[in-house]
């Protein structure tokens, strides 16, 4: 069969020229495929990849003019589209462009989390209509390909099977080497976007109540994003005892991860979060929600504690027990350990699951 054409498309933003981390996926790709890549932090074109601005609503709505031009000009085999709303642009564009590509959409989360649980909550005006957009796109694309039974589940549930389920590829270079031993002073690490869907109000209320238990420990926040004033007034309210850096690079984020006792993941939804599989690569337990994806990661009692999605009463009850036990934070930490390679897959690996899917709809 001869080498295909694929064109990805997605929002994500790129900055040109690639860093070293992400190079790795793509060059691992062209090995498989002729690639092509429209995607968000433009304007920018090196060739292979087509950068455009990546302002909402105005990326979705000028992507299907976009595309059609990419259908004409580099007349791709298959599109792989990162998620329902860039599919739903690719099949309006597909047809603009009378093109015979097929579409591949991939679901790495739930998508009503965009309108429910991230940025303003004016977006919950357009829920109603995201969803539909959403659920007829799963339904339109000639395949789809989920990160985890979780979000196969989300597919199933509209009555259609995943074609492909397996994880994106992650650079994890900056995690490798042997772990770091557990910390002296018990310290809870949270990383992520400041935003609703993380229930970063849940972990203030969580550690307001766990503190006082474990008054040696110490919290770690990662992030930002429209809920910043969660980690200004644990700052504020807890001095010497919450930090919180806005940004860490890979290298900074394993550093903060050696330091931990753990991974703190209070999520309403996940798809399959990746800074869980960073922790076990690191050595160090999960103590999270049962929701989304992360149950599809973190083995209750052996790689970390979960707790009823949005109960910061559990959630509390969870993080005391493991920052106060150095017995019981020291066993699930080496049932992360043990977890870890099973969540990392080299370039190599997940090009060649791209090239499968893409041969099969071809045939």
Do not use: C
């Amino acid at each position: 069969m001869s080498r295909p054409r694929v064109l990805f498309v997605g929002r994500s933003r790129y900055s040109l020229p690639l860093d070293a981390q992400t190079a790795r996926k793509w060059d691992a790709l062209e090995t498989e495929v002729d690639v092509r890549v429209l995607g968000g932090g433009g304007p920018a074109d090196d060739g292979r990849f087509r950068l455009l601005p990546a302002r909402t609503p105005a990326f979705y709505l000028s992507l299907p003019l976009h595309v059609a031009r990419e259908l004409r000009s580099f007349r791709p085999d298959v599109v792989v589209a990162q998620s329902p709303y860039e599919t739903s642009a690719v099949l309006a564009a597909r047809a603009l462009a009378r093109s015979s590509a097929r579409v591949v959409l991939e679901v790495h989360g739930d998508w009503a989390t965009a309108t429910r649980l991230y940025g303003s909550p004016l977006r919950r005006l357009a829920e109603p209509v995201s969803r539909s957009v959403a659920r007829a796109a799963v339904r339109r694309a000639d395949a789809v390909r989920t990160v985890s039974p979780f979000t196969s589940s989300l597919v199933r549930a509209l009555g259609v099977e995943p074609a492909a389920t397996f994880t994106t590829y992650y650079d994890v270079s900056a995690f490798t080497g042997p772990p770091a031993p557990l910390p002296e002073r018990p310290r809870a690490l949270f990383v992520g976007v400041l935003e609703r869907y993380k229930n970063v109000h849940g972990l203030e209320e969580a550690w307001r109540r766990a503190a006082p238990d474990v008054p040696g420990a110490t919290l770690h926040l990662v992030g930002r994003g429209r809920e910043r004033a969660v980690a200004e007034r644990l700052v504020r309210d807890f001095p010497g005892r919450v930090t919180w850096d806005e940004r860490l690079p890979p290298e900074g984020v394993a550093v903060a991860l050696d330091a931990a006792t753990l991974l703190v993941l209070p999520s309403f939804s996940e798809g399959l979060p990746r800074v869980a599989m960073e922790a076990f690569v690191r050595g160090r337990p999960v103590v999270g929600a049962r929701a989304g994806g992360i149950p599809d990661i973190v083995d209750d009692g052996v790689s970390g504690l979960l707790v009823p999605p949005g109960d910061a009463v559990a959630l509390a009850a969870a993080l005391v027990r493991v920052l106060g036990d150095a017995a019981l934070a020291s066993s699930l930490a080496e049932g992360a350990r043990a977890a870890g390679p099973r969540w990392v897959q080299t370039p190599e690996e997940f090009a060649a699951r791209i090239r499968d899917l893409v041969d099969a709809l071809r045939r």
